[in-house]
């Protein structure tokens, strides 16, 4: 659920283990399944636009003039490629950071009270910009790739803020919020893959009575990630993703309360 709804999974994540007793790591490959879940999630939701994209490769591959729903596909990819660019980079640069991070929970409310800012500013902003139609330019996309990346810090929401970037810059709510998930593929797929390859030998080693939690988390995830993405698409249809930022709020102010404590 959070994982697609602007409030930072990774923030939830992080203060639940501070919160759970005796809690210990479930493993690699049920991170990189669950990964797997949301991803196809995503992909169930946003099929019309992968299917253009297949048809935009075939087009390419074939040689011939390209419709307009195929340009159409040609900007979002360009434009998909360049956000991806800075995320994987800023990842990299961070990747050290997060994991001390996951374990303050000082750090984790103070960031989920940073997205709580970051909607609140995004919407005001937005509303006061005069809406660019269609797909976000190279410039727009470059931007929400360097927030995207930054949003790995446990407790900034990468919906959120980058959802709040794209309104920021004029683009329109619902494109904004589809051009924020359909970039997170990549993004997803790559931070689930290079966890898988950088640990090689915990994924290949699980017992047998614990495949059916890596069949039921990835089902869970798919179908819960679903309903998220489509309740973030009514938020942006007929109402305002501020909302969230009250949840941010709460939330952040009892992780600080929970590292002050500690």
């Known amino acids: 659920m959070t994982e697609f709804l602007p409030v930072s999974s990774s923030g939830h994540l992080a203060l639940a283990q501070q919160l759970i007793p005796g809690f210990s790591q479930p493993g690699v490959l049920l991170d990189v399944s669950l990964h797997v879940g949301t991803l196809a999630a995503a992909a169930a939701y946003f099929r019309r636009e992968l299917i253009e994209i297949a048809s935009l490769a075939g087009a390419v591959a074939g040689g011939r ?7 159409a596909a040609q900007k979002l990819v360009i434009g998909i490629v360049i956000a991806t660019a800075p995320t994987g980079l800023i990842g990299l640069l961070l990747e050290d950071r997060v994991e001390w991070m996951f374990g303050s929970a000082l750090w984790v409310g103070a960031c989920l ?24 330019g190279r410039f727009v996309s470059l931007v929400i790739g360097v927030v995207q990346g930054i949003a790995v810090l446990p407790g900034i929401s990468r919906s959120g803020s980058t959802i709040s970037a794209a309104r920021a810059l004029g683009v329109g709510r619902e494109e904004a919020a589809r051009f924020s998930f359909l970039a997170s593929l990549p993004a997803v797929a790559g931070a689930a ?70």
Not at 213 to 221: E, H, N, T
């Open 65 to 71: 003039e390209l419709s307009e729903p195929e340009r």
């Open 193 to 262: 893959l290079l966890s898988a390859v950088k640990h090689a030998d915990a994924v290949r080693v699980f017992s047998a009575d614990q495949a059916l939690a890596y069949i039921i988390g990835p089902l869970v995830a798919a179908v819960v990630g679903y309903v998220a993405i489509e309740i973030v698409m009514r938020f942006m249809r007929r109402g305002t993703l501020m909302w969230f930022s009250l949840w941010c709020f709460a939330v952040g102010i009892v992780s600080v309360g929970v590292g002050l404590w500690r």
């Open 113 to 136: 009270m940073i997205t709580g800012t970051v909607l609140v500013a995004g919407e005001l902003i937005g509303r006061g910009r005069q809406e660019t139609p269609g797909h976000p």
